[in-house]
DNA sequence: CCGATATTCTAAGTATCCTTAGATTGATAG
DNA sequence: CTATCAATCTAAGGATACTTAGAATATCGG
């Protein structure tokens, strides 16, 4: 059947239009890695681009395009120019989108069983009930991300040792005590590659796939500073 | 800085690849209406078609980019196939999206407005107590889409007349009491139609903006059948 | 003012997607 | 079996987006 037109049909064309251009921003594999990134709080251009491993002109461009969406907004400090979430709406938009991801694509839940299921990661973890454990002192939380991102946000009663760092801080790790590592979320390789090294010296680790936008969208709290 | 390559980042590459499909289908306006479309319940080609105010050719081409996405899926009966979202995920992700742009777009903005500030509406319509009023009989929820869709879901106490049956209808909306109209959603123009075909009849009825997807997303209650 | 650094702007080639037209498949009715 | 209808597949031109290179802008320290 031919269109026919209808009073009203421009001006919808003009919403749905709109709409699109929160779709075209998230429609790049790179504009997604640089969402999540931002997601562990701001960053400027020269980060951003080492992070999703992408030259600084083509980051910078990304962020002209997700910045044109009002996904993100930048803040200019001396030389620098520092990029955020316009809010937690945005951190939301990627959780959901990465969960039906998940869900939906085939592809992609053989990729992330290559990631997860090398030692470490057991049942997936309760975020009320890790919380349980982490204030009773049974379990170490370890955020293993850049400090500044810890500071940031993280997760209640987690402690802060970034993966660089670990190899040489393993005495401030309680011998005993199981570890439950985290990092960006479930694409970040942080928390495996601590989770590795820790079992390799005999610790015993396991790797929590959620990061702090995913646990922020879930309901649970976050704490801030030091 | 140019990029270093790292472990990883082949995975990496193919996890957000991955994701980046869900939001290549949702990056074009007229998959999002479709979408919309299919929030109201399952529909062959040619409805579909004729809704958007496409070819059939182009919706069974978009139809075939949703489907691939995993965000929609066909059932055949007899000569023709029916579509229907994946689950209702799909529905909420449309209203976030939606939401988003609403929020973030200057020119949407000023695109509702038009559509909005004609007759008819007051403040936004509180959900539950909506429900209250309908329930103690105080107004007439009207569901003015096609009946096929008032089967599928219909808001709690709606009592469903098709827009193009209303002119014959009005007999059936008591005198005195307030109507509150609504359709497929803030995109959708039928009931704003409805609302200025009632009143001027001399009714008193206002528009609401939610359909079914936002209500249901916003956890209220629906009800199926006649 | 000058040089250095961080970032953006502009331009261009390449790749990808949108849209339409014509041919094709699948199911049904006679 | 054949005609018909619904929907899809294939192919192709035109538009749009991705990516990179080179030039330009803004800030800071001297």
New interface residues.
């Given amino acids: 059947?031919?269109?026919?037109?209808?009073?009203?049909?421009e001006?919808?064309?003009?919403?749905?239009?709109?709409?699109?251009?929160?779709?075209?921003a998230?429609?790049?594999?790179?504009r997604?890695?640089l969402i999540e990134i931002l997601c562990q709080g701001e960053k400027n251009v020269?980060e951003l681009?080492?992070a999703a491993?992408?030259?600084?002109k083509l980051a910078s461009a990304h962020l002209k395009e997700l910045k044109a969406?009002?996904?993100v907004e930048g803040r200019r400090e001396g030389k620098n120019i520092f990029y955020r979430l316009?809010d937690t709406?945005?951190a939301?938009?990627w959780v959901?989108?990465?969960?039906?991801?998940e869900?939906?694509?085939l592809?992609?839940q053989a990729?992330?069983r290559?990631?997860v299921t090398r030692p470490g990661e057991l049942a997936p973890i309760d975020g009320k009930q890790l919380l349980a454990q982490a204030k009773r002192g049974e379990v170490l939380v370890l955020d293993v991300r850049p400090a500044d991102e810890y500071e940031t946000a993280h997760l209640p009663y987690a402690r802060s040792i970034p993966l660089s760092e670990l190899k040489n801080r393993l005495a401030e790790i309680p011998a005993g005590k199981p570890v439950v590592a985290y990092c960006r979320g479930p694409?970040c390789?942080m928390a495996k590659e601590a989770v590795d090294l820790l079992t390799r010296r005999g610790r015993q680790a396991v790797r929590m796939e959620v990061g702090v936008a995913e646990w922020r969208s879930q309901g649970l709290p976050l704490t801030s500073g030091e």
């Fill in positions: 059947m031919v269109a026919m037109k209808k009073p009203g049909r001006i919808k064309n003009l919403l749905y239009e709109q709409v699109a251009r929160i779709g075209k998230v429609c790049s594999p790179k997604l890695e020269d681009a080492s491993e992408i030259s600084v969406a009002r996904l316009v709406q945005v939301d938009l959901m989108l990465r969960t039906l991801a869900e939906r694509l592809e992609l990729a992330m290559d990631l694409f390789l």
